[in-house]
């Protein structure tokens, strides 16, 4: 398991550094972070499309 | 009547633009106020204190320098004043640059600061890199301070007649064409001596950057495979 | 004159720019062939115009004439999109003639002066020696006086007539373009500082401000060129804008691998960067795909006539399409990912995928303008080819498209040898130098330039002269 985990070795300890878990971890993080609000703004320009329709 | 969908709706994607552009646009933000702080400027106090700089203090001339592979990080950094046992810096090894080893936090400031002017002045960047990035015309600079050739056995040093680096360093930027090492030559720049002094120190310094083990390999690997 | 068929000042002022721009451009080709000989032959002109200073000029005047083309095409669409002549046009030509003398003045001081003391002066003065933006700094405060204009006029015509969404766009976009700027116009001693906001302006103004742009040229040629349905093309560039924004900001991240900025960057740099590619793909697909189904609408109506009302000009829309998504998409894509760029960063390589890049995403679109400006300007209806818009097309395409793999097959050697088997030090540099594919490629580099440059004239001839030509439709 714990290969899953890798210590943190650059030089200063940070929020995104830590977030580094890995392969991808951060970005993920970091997309799901833009993309996923999306679905908020598809779901009130469909409400507005049918109440206009 | 058929419905209309979303996806082909304008003020969706509008929407969504500006969403993802604003979002982006803060992360980056972000990521700056955390990257800044830690590639700012060291001091000398931070060398006395035994703190790792990305980017040590200018006084880091006053220092041995060498590249050496991280066991952690899987890939070389800079080592400053000799290893010690975990193969980190350990700042004790000094080393002399111009004949001392006592250059003043100001002093260095000022040499750094003559070297960054000049490397700007003289337009080194294009023909060429520091840090990777500029014209491909000349060999990268990045690491130049580390490089074998301009040791006490390479062929640079020898080629000037000076006894130090840093010596025959200042000697070949202020008459380069004297010194040719192949067809394609470095023009003079006219470089004088005191700009020399500087321009070594803004090589040496830069060499004490981390730069995540860019250049790769540097200067352990000579000539595996010939290139022809 | 011709000129007559100008009803807005707004175009005739977008003309000037172009006509500046194409000049610069001109220069810019120069100096880069003085450089590839340079490889080839490296006592020529040494201490006479040096390789620096010959790549100075080289690239800088690429920034330049790009910028000077872009703003010709703001002023062109301005008035086509709002409905009304731009605001502050008067002003708006002023800051050209301030903004033409102010970049003779510093390509005469590059050529001549050329380097200058270790001190502020020479920043000041003469150059920063920073690539691509090289200007010196009363140069800076010059371009941020005839940015701010340029910005006020746009707004100010966006708020008064009809705000399109490709209008819409450009306000939020070239107020960006000009504020990143200012984010180049400060000296530091800190080497990993300089760089790191020397990217804002470089990076995001490549993959970012300046591909947007793109993508609102694009539109307003589909719907000027071959009736592109607006709605349609709208929802396209806003869903570019998204892509576009979305990977190229963070994108960035893909400069921050080596330069003294922490580890985390290796992730944020390669994966936002890895989508860069796929709004140029969605940009390509969408102008081809609207130039068919147009083209398909015509046929339906029996009508055997093409729907393009100006040939030259899409011709180089369509390559623009095509050279953006290879230049910048594939190429860029090539050594983007940490563990390539170790290797390619700083090489021939880097060239390779410059110049395909800068050429296929910007060179490309902004010519394309320049026809949009001579159609205008003569008053003519349907634009078709001539010999020489052919051959000039051809031969600048195909130039470039030669330079890009001369230059990519010498990267190879270089890279290979230089850093993965050398460790990138002077002599394991020279070794990459003297590699065979190194050699030949840059002996085929200098050939294909020459090729670009001879394509260059006939463009120039053709800009002159196909106006006048009688076989256009009026
Ligand atoms: C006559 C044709 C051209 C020739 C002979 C030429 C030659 C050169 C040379 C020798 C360099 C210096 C490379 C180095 O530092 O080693 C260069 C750099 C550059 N050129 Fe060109 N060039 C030509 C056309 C163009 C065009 C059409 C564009 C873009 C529209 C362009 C964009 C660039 C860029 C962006 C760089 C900097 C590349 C980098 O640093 O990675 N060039 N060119
Ligand atoms: C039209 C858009 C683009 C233009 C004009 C452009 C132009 C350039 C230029 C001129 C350089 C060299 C900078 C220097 O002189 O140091 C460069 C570097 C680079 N570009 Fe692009 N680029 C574009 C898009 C892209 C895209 C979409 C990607 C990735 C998918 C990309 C990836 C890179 C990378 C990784 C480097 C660094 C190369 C190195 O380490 O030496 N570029 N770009
Ligand atoms: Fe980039």
Same mark, same amino acid.
């Given at each position: 398991?714990?290969?899953?985990?890798?210590?943190?070795?650059?030089?200063?300890?940070?929020?995104?550094?830590?977030?580094?878990?890995?392969?991808?971890?951060?970005?993920?993080?970091?997309?799901?972070?833009?993309?996923?609000?999306?679905?908020?703004?598809?779901?009130?320009?469909?409400?507005?499309?049918?109440?206009?329709? | 009547?058929?419905?209309?969908? #979303?996806?082909?709706?304008?003020?969706?994607?509008?929407?969504?633009?500006?969403?993802?552009?604003?979002?982006?646009?803060?992360?980056?933000?972000?990521?700056?106020?955390?990257?800044?702080?830690?590639?700012?400027?060291?001091?000398?106090?931070?060398?006395?204190?035994?703190?790792?700089?990305?980017?040590? +203090?200018?006084?880091?001339?006053?220092?041995?320098?060498?590249?050496?592979?991280?066991?952690?990080?899987?890939?070389? #950094?800079? #080592?400053?004043?000799?290893?010690?046992?975990?193969?980190?810096?350990?700042?004790?090894?000094?080393?002399?640059?111009?004949?001392?080893?006592?250059?003043?936090?100001?002093?260095?400031?000022?040499?750094?600061?003559?070297?960054?002017? +000049?490397?700007?002045?003289?337009?080194?960047?294009?023909?060429?890199?520091?840090?990777?990035?500029?014209?491909?015309?000349?060999?990268?600079?990045?690491?130049?301070?580390?490089?074998?050739?301009?040791?006490?056995?390479?062929?640079?040093?020898?080629?000037?007649?000076?006894?130090?680096?840093?010596?025959?360093?200042?000697?070949?930027?202020?008459?380069?064409?004297?010194?040719?090492?192949?067809?394609?030559?470095?023009?003079?720049?006219?470089?004088?001596?005191?700009?020399?002094?500087?321009?070594?120190?803004?090589?040496?310094?830069?060499?004490?950057?981390?730069?995540?083990?860019?250049?790769?390999?540097?200067?352990?690997?000579?000539?595996? #495979?010939?290139?022809? | 004159?011709?000129?007559?068929?100008?009803?807005?000042?707004?175009?005739?002022?977008?003309?000037?720019?172009?006509?500046?721009?194409?000049?610069?451009?001109?220069?810019?080709?120069?100096?880069?062939?003085?450089?590839?000989?340079?490889?080839?032959?490296?006592?020529?002109?040494?201490?006479?115009?040096?390789?620096?200073?010959?790549?100075? *000029?080289?690239?800088?005047?690429?920034?330049?004439?790009?910028?000077?083309?872009?703003?010709?095409?703001?002023?062109?669409?301005?008035?086509?999109?709002?409905?009304?002549?731009?605001?502050?046009?008067?002003?708006?030509?002023?800051?050209?003639?301030?903004?033409?003398?102010?970049?003779?003045?510093?390509?005469?001081?590059?050529?001549?002066?050329?380097?200058?003391?270790?001190?502020?002066?020479?920043?000041?003065?003469?150059?920063?020696?920073?690539?691509? *933006?090289?200007?010196?700094?009363?140069?800076?405060?010059?371009?941020?006086?005839?940015?701010?204009?340029?910005?006020?006029?746009?707004?100010?015509?966006?708020?008064?007539?009809?705000?399109?969404?490709?209008?819409?766009?450009?306000?939020?976009?070239?107020?960006?373009?000009?504020?990143?700027?200012?984010?180049?116009?400060?000296?530091?001693?800190?080497?990993?500082?300089?760089?790191?906001?020397?990217?804002?302006?470089?990076?995001?103004?490549?993959?970012?401000?300046?591909?947007?742009?793109?993508?609102?040229?694009?539109?307003?040629?589909?719907?000027?060129?071959?009736?592109?349905?607006?709605?349609?093309?709208?929802?396209?560039?806003?869903?570019?804008?998204?892509?576009?924004?979305?990977?190229?900001?963070?994108?960035?991240?893909?400069?921050?691998?080596?330069?003294?900025?922490?580890?985390?960057?290796?992730?944020?740099?390669?994966?936002?960067?890895?989508?860069?590619?796929?709004?140029?793909?969605?940009?390509? *697909?969408?102008?081809?795909?609207?130039?068919?189904?147009?083209?398909?609408?015509?046929?339906?109506?029996?009508?055997?006539?093409?729907?393009?009302?100006?040939?030259?000009?899409?011709?180089?829309?369509?390559?623009?399409?095509?050279?953006?998504?290879?230049?910048?998409?594939?190429?860029?894509?090539?050594?983007?990912?940490?563990?390539?760029?170790?290797?390619?960063?700083?090489?021939?390589?880097?060239?390779?995928?410059?110049?395909?890049?800068?050429?296929?995403?910007?060179?490309? *679109?902004?010519?394309?303008?320049?026809?949009?400006?001579?159609?205008?300007?003569?008053?003519?209806?349907?634009?078709?080819?001539?010999?020489?818009?052919?051959?000039?097309?051809?031969?600048?395409?195909?130039?470039?498209?030669?330079?890009?793999?001369?230059?990519?097959?010498?990267?190879?050697?270089?890279?290979?040898?230089?850093?993965?088997?050398?460790?990138?030090?002077?002599?394991?540099?020279?070794?990459?130098?003297?590699?065979?594919?190194?050699?030949?490629?840059?002996?085929?580099?200098?050939?294909?330039?020459?090729?670009?440059?001879?394509?260059?004239?006939?463009?120039?001839?053709?800009?002159?002269?196909?106006?006048?030509?009688?076989?256009?439709?009026?």
């Amino acid at each position: 398991m714990n290969v899953m985990f890798e210590p943190f070795v650059d030089v200063v300890p940070s929020f995104f550094g830590t977030l580094a878990q890995g392969p991808l971890t951060l970005t993920i993080f970091l997309h799901t972070l833009i993309v996923l609000p999306m679905f908020w703004i598809y779901r009130q320009e469909k409400a507005r499309l049918e109440q206009e329709g | 009547m058929a419905k209309k969908s #979303v996806w082909s709706d304008n003020r969706f994607w509008q929407r969504s633009a500006g969403w993802v552009t604003g979002v982006a646009s803060v992360l980056l933000m972000w990521l700056t106020f955390d990257t800044i702080p830690q590639i700012t400027l060291g001091t000398d106090a931070d060398l006395e204190n035994g703190v790792t700089k990305r980017v040590p +203090g200018p006084t880091v001339i006053n220092y041995k320098i060498t590249y050496e592979m991280d066991k952690k990080r899987h890939h070389e #950094v800079p #080592v400053i004043g000799g290893a010690n046992a975990e193969g980190k810096s350990s700042f004790q090894e000094k080393e002399k640059f111009f004949g001392r080893d006592d250059w003043s936090e100001e002093e260095a400031r000022a040499l750094l600061r003559l070297g960054k002017l +000049g490397s700007q002045a003289k337009n080194c960047m294009n023909c060429h890199t520091l840090l990777g990035n500029g014209a491909y015309y000349a060999p990268d600079l990045t690491k130049a301070w580390l490089d074998p050739a301009w040791g006490p056995n390479g062929p640079m040093q020898a080629m000037t007649g000076k006894n130090t680096k840093e010596e025959a360093m200042a000697e070949f930027l202020q008459f380069p064409s004297q010194y040719p090492t192949h067809a394609r030559m470095m023009p003079n720049l006219g470089i004088t001596a005191e700009e020399a002094k500087g321009l070594v120190a803004f090589l040496k310094h830069m060499s004490s950057i981390d730069t995540n083990g860019f250049p790769r390999n540097f200067g352990k690997i000579e000539g595996a #495979v010939h290139g022809k | 004159m011709a000129n007559s068929h100008l009803k807005y000042e707004s175009k005739k002022l977008a003309t000037w720019y172009f006509t500046f721009a194409a000049i610069i451009f001109g220069a810019q080709l120069l100096f880069g062939l003085v450089a590839a000989i340079q490889y080839v032959m490296p006592s020529f002109m040494f201490e006479v115009v040096d390789f620096s200073v010959a790549r100075m *000029i080289h690239i800088n005047a690429l920034v330049v004439w790009m910028v000077f083309a872009m703003f010709g095409s703001v002023y062109w669409l301005l008035p086509d999109e709002t409905g009304i002549e731009t605001v502050g046009v008067g002003i708006g030509k002023l800051l050209f003639w301030a903004f033409a003398a102010a970049i003779v003045v510093v390509v005469l001081v590059y050529l001549f002066i050329q380097v200058g003391p270790a001190d502020e002066t020479t920043i000041w003065f003469i150059h920063e020696g920073r690539e691509y *933006i090289e200007a010196p700094r009363w140069a800076d405060f010059a371009i941020v006086v005839v940015a701010l204009g340029f910005v006020a006029n746009l707004y100010m015509t966006g708020i008064k007539g009809n705000r399109s969404g490709i209008v819409t766009v450009l306000m939020a976009d070239m107020i960006a373009f000009s504020g990143l700027y200012l984010t180049g116009m400060f000296y530091t001693d800190n080497i990993s500082m300089d760089q790191f906001w020397w990217w804002w302006v470089i990076h995001l103004w490549v993959e970012a401000t300046w591909e947007v742009f793109v993508g609102a040229l694009a539109a307003y040629g589909l719907i000027t060129m071959i009736g592109a349905h607006r709605k349609v093309v709208e929802m396209w560039l806003w869903i570019e804008v998204a892509m576009l924004f979305g990977s190229g900001i963070l994108g960035m991240g893909h400069h921050y691998f080596w330069i003294g900025t922490p580890e985390y960057w290796w992730e944020i740099g390669a994966l936002f960067s890895a989508l860069e590619p796929l709004p140029l793909v969605a940009m390509f *697909i969408h102008v081809l795909y609207d130039w068919g189904k147009m083209q398909g609408q015509e046929d339906a109506k029996g009508l055997e006539q093409s729907v393009i009302t100006n040939k030259p000009a899409f011709t180089w829309f369509i390559l623009n399409a095509f050279g953006n998504f290879l230049g910048a998409g594939i190429w860029g894509f090539f050594h983007t990912l940490p563990q390539v760029n170790l290797y390619t960063h700083g090489t021939q390589f880097t060239s390779a995928h410059g110049h395909l890049a800068f050429f296929g995403a910007y060179a490309t *679109i902004l010519i394309g303008m320049m026809y949009l400006g001579v159609q205008g300007k003569n008053g003519i209806k349907i634009m078709r080819h001539t010999k020489s818009s052919i051959w000039a097309t051809s031969m600048i395409f195909g130039g470039v498209l030669g330079m890009t793999m001369a230059l990519t097959i010498a990267g190879y050697a270089d890279f290979i040898i230089s850093r993965a088997q050398w460790g990138a030090t002077w002599e394991g540099y020279f070794a990459g130098q003297s590699g065979v594919w190194y050699l030949q490629g840059m002996n085929w580099r200098l050939i294909m330039g020459v090729v670009t440059f001879i394509g260059f004239l006939f463009l120039v001839k053709d800009l002159l002269s196909t106006g006048r030509a009688a076989h256009h439709e009026r």
